[in-house]
C-alpha cells in the first residue's frame, strides 16, 4: 500500500488548501443528492476542531455539459453539514479569490470557484506539467499545506490534483484515507463462488479497460447503460448512437470501438450483453427486443427479460460489484433495471460492493437501504480503477517514504 502523511501529521492552525469532490447529480441547474457533502464535511470538522483556516477547492461536471455549474449552492449545503458559515467567491485564482483568501481567519471556512473553470485544471497532464500550471503557482504560495480529500477524482491527473502536492507539503484528507484503504481491502478479497459485476453508466473511459483487467477475477460482467449499447453496437446491432440531441455515444465510440470489439471477442462467455431495451413511446415506457432491433431512439434502459436475466446471476453469486446506472433512473419510467438490480442484491447475503456518485444516488432516490451493502462508495471511476490494481494519479502523487 502507498504510504502518504495523513491528518495525523498535520500540525495544527495553519492555512490549509483542501481539495473535496462535491461533484453532485444536477438536475436543472440544482443539486441533487448531497452524500459527499456529508462525508467531506467529516474531514472539515476535524480540521476546524484544529483551528485551521480552510479554502475548499473543488469541481462540479465537465465543461460542455448541463451539470458544469458554479459552485455557489455547493457551499450552502457545505454550511448546512458544517452547522456554520462557507463564504463562496465566484473565482478559484485571480484577484477576487486571492482578496478572499488574505482574509481567511482560523476557523473560517470559503468555497472556490468551480476549478474546472479555471484554466490549466483540464486536461490530464504529468503533475510536472500541472505544477507549472498559473492556478498551482498562484495558490500554491498562500498555503502552508495542501489537503487532498477528493478520493473520487484521484484517477484524473489534473491540476488540482497532482499538481499541489509536488509543490507544497501534502497530506491525505479522511475520505481519501478511508476510500483508498477501503477499496484496497476489497480487491484483495478472493471468493470461492461466482463474481458478478455490473457495469453502466456513461463514462467508457473509466469501464471498459475494468472487463480487460478483471477478466481474471470476475465470472460475469452485466452491461447496460451507455456502455451497454457501445457494446451492442460492436456485436453488430443498429443502435449506440447519438440520436435526440444526445451527445454520448459518438464520440465514446471513436474513442474506443477497437477496445470494445477486441474485449468483445476476447471475453465472449464472460461479457453478458442485454436481450432487451425501454424507451420512451408517447410519454410512455415501451420495450423492445435487441434482435432485429431498428428503431432509431434514445434507448434509456435496459428491458424486463435482461433485468430478469441479470437478477438471476446475481442471486447465484458470492460477491457483487456495480459501477454505473443501467438506465436513466433519475426518470422512474427508466429506473425500472437500476433498482432491479440494486434490489436483488439488497435481498441477498453476498459480498457487494456499490460505487458511483449518480449511481449512490439512486439507494436514496429509491428508498433502498444502504445497510443493505456490504460498502457504498462515494466514488465512481477512482473505485473501480482501485479494484483492478491500478495506481491512482492523486494517491501517487501523496506517496513519502514510510
Ligand atoms: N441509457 C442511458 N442513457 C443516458 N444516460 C444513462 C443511460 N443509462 C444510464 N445513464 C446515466 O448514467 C448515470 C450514471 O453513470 P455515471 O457514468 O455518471 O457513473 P457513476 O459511476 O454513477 O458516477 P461517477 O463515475 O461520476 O462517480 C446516471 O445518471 C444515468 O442517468
Ligand atoms: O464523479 C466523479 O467520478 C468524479 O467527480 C470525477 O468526475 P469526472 O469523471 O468528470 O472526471
Known amino acids: 500500500m502507498t504510504s502518504f502523511q495523513t491528518l495525523d501529521d498535520l500540525e ?71 452547522d456554520r458559515p462557507v463564504e463562496f467567491v465566484a473565482d478559484t485564482c485571480g484577484e477576487e479569490a486571492l482578496s478572499a483568501i488574505d482574509g481567511l481567519e482560523r476557523g473560517d471556512v470559503l468555497l472556490l470557484e468551480n476549478v474546472r473553470m479555471c484554466e490549466g485544471e483540464l486536461p490530464e497532464e504529468a503533475p510536472e506539467t500541472k505544477a507549472e500550471t498559473e492556478l498551482v503557482r498562484t495558490l500554491s504560495t498562500e498555503f502552508d499545506a495542501y489537503v487532498s480529500d477528493a478520493y473520487a477524482t484521484a484517477h484524473r491527473s489534473h491540476a488540482s490534483i497532482v499538481g499541489f502536492p509536488l509543490v507544497m507539503d501534502a497530506y491525505a484528507g479522511r475520505v481519501m484515507e478511508q476510500e483508498y484503504r477501503a477499496n484496497t481491502a476489497i480487491r484483495e478479497r478472493a471468493f470461492d463462488g461466482p ?14 479497460p475494468v472487463v480487460e483487467q478483471l477478466a481474471d477475477v470476475v465470472d460475469h460482467f452485466c452491461l447496460g447503460g451507455i456502455i451497454g449499447e457501445l457494446f451492442l453496437r460492436a456485436d453488430g446491432h443498429d443502435l449506440g448512437y447519438d440520436v435526440d440531441g444526445t451527445e454520448l455515444f459518438d464520440h465514446q465510440w471513436e474513442a474506443h470501438s477497437e477496445t470494445i470489439t477486441d474485449a468483445l471477442e476476447t471475453h465472449d462467455t464472460t461479457v453478458v450483453l442485454p436481450t432487451d431495451l425501454a424507451y420512451k413511446d408517447d410519454g410512455d415506457r415501451a420495450e423492445t427486443a435487441v434482435e432485429g432491433i431498428e428503431k432509431q431512439t434514445s434507448y434509456l434502459d435496459i428491458g424486463s427479460e435482461t433485468i430478469d436475466r441479470y437478477t438471476d446471476r446475481i442471486a447465484d453469486s458470492e460477491a457483487v460489484y456495480v459501477k454505473g446506472a443501467v438506465g436513466v433512473f433519475e426518470d422512474e419510467r427508466f429506473a425500472n433495471g437500476t433498482v432491479g438490480i440494486l434490489s436483488a442484491i439488497a435481498d441477498t447475503d453476498c459480498v457487494s460492493v456499490v460505487g458511483g456518485g449518480d449511481t449512490a444516488h439512486s439507494i436514496e432516490l429509491y428508498d433502498l437501504d444502504e445497510d443493505d451493502f456490504t460498502r457504498v462508495s462515494i466514488a465512481g471511476g477512482a473505485y473501480v480503477r482501485a479494484l483492478t490494481g491500478a495506481s491512482l494519479a492523486g494517491i501517487d502523487a501523496l506517496e513519502c517514504d514510510s
Open 195 to 208: 463474481v458478478t459485476m455490473i457495469l453502466g453508466g456513461t463514462k467508457a473511459e473509466d469501464t471498459i
Open 12 to 82: 495544527p492552525g495553519q492555512r490549509l488548501l483542501v481539495r473535496i469532490d462535491v461533484n453532485a447529480p444536477v438536475e436543472d441547474g440544482v443539486v441533487q443528492d448531497d452524500r459527499r457533502f456529508a462525508r467531506h464535511a467529516e474531514t472539515v470538522q476535524e480540521l476546524l476542531a484544529d483551528d485551521h483556516a480552510i479554502a475548499l477547492l473543488a469541481h462540479q461536471g465537465r465543461p460542455g455539459r448541463d451539470t458544469f455549474v458554479s459552485l455557489d449552492q455547493h457551499a450552502a449545503i457545505l454550511s448546512d453539514h458544517l
